[in-house]
């Protein structure tokens, strides 16, 4: 069984930062893609940062420049480098992972069970 689990979240100041972490644990043959979400209080869910297994990256308009998504193959981790926190990224953010458990088998999406972030003014 695939789990995903998240850390590093935490409280933080205005243009403080924050690495978040998430750990892909189980039957994991090829993670193909990596992506972190975010989810404020009366919003809807939305992408931050992806990363691929081939190494593209994309990043949402309001985090450019300021977040960077990276990965350990070796560990099976993703991280969320955060720089110049803004109150408006206070969510939780969620680890999301496209998986192979087995050679040519299906890929699953998995979610991990999020990380509050919250940055005061």
């Known amino acids: 069984q695939v789990q995903l689990v998240e850390s590093g979240g935490g409280l933080v100041q205005a243009g403080g930062s924050l690495t978040l972490s998430c750990a892909a644990t189980g039957r994991l043959f090829s993670i193909n893609l990596m992506v972190w979400y975010r989810q404020a209080p009366g919003k809807q869910r939305e992408l931050v940062a992806s990363?691929?297994?081939?190494?593209?990256?994309n990043y949402a308009d309001s985090v450019k420049g300021r977040f960077t998504i990276s990965r350990d193959n070796a560990k099976n981790m993703v991280y969320l480098q955060m720089n110049t926190l803004k109150p408006e990224d206070t969510a939780v953010y969620y680890c999301n992972a496209l998986i192979s458990s087995s050679v040519g088998g299906p890929q699953y999406q998995y979610w991990g069970q999020g990380t509050q972030v919250t940055v005061s003014s």
């Open positions: 990363l691929t297994k081939g190494g593209s990256t």
